[in-house]
């Protein structure tokens, strides 16, 4: 499939493979292809100078008993060589009035302490800057140090696989 892609290239191109392609194919799912080609998107979808792939596989690709070339093929798919990607999210919700207290004083006493300069101190952008990350900073150790939280993988789906049936 990759090397059909590279001689098909228009003349407008100005370059012999697009990254996108590679998404699409790799040796493993060649060796169980019987036929692939291109096809336009309409553009009452959207614009673009990518065309759909679309390949007929052999039926015992996706047999159980070779599951070993299905898990080959997958695991040379990008988004299956992405790092973790983890947020933290704050559980405000869950805050309780002597959390909400503790936070509070804990907010106060910090930043009289951390912003202690008069506001003729800071006289231009650069200690403006420095200011302004210093209060992020701030503000981020009190959240993570006082308020709940939960991590979040991104690059989990919410979508629950449907069953491939064949």
Excluded at 15 to 36: K, P, V
Excluded at 48 to 70: A, G, M, P, Q, Y
Excluded at 77 to 106: A, I
């Amino acid at each position: 499939m990759i090397k059909y892609h590279q001689e098909s290239l228009n003349n407008n191109s100005t370059h012999n493979t697009n990254r996108i392609d590679y998404h699409f194919g790799n040796i493993y799912l060649l060796e169980q292809s019987i036929h692939s080609y291109t096809q336009s998107i309409p553009h009452s979808f959207f614009n673009t100078d990518h065309n759909i792939v679309i390949t007929l596989l052999e039926k015992s690709f996706f047999d159980s008993r070779n599951i070993h070339l299905f898990d080959k093929f997958m695991n040379v798919l990008p988004f299956n060589k992405r790092k973790k990607e983890v947020k933290k999210s704050f559980k405000y919700d869950q805050m309780t009035k002597e959390l909400w207290s503790s936070y509070t004083n804990r907010s106060r006493s910090t930043f009289k302490k951390r912003f202690s300069k008069e506001p003729q101190e800071i006289n231009n952008k650069t200690s403006l800057n420095r200011q302004w990350d210093l209060f992020e900073k701030t503000l981020i150790e009190l959240k993570e140090d006082i308020i709940l939280q939960k991590t979040i993988n991104l690059n989990t789906s919410s979508n629950i696989d449907l069953p491939l049936e064949l």
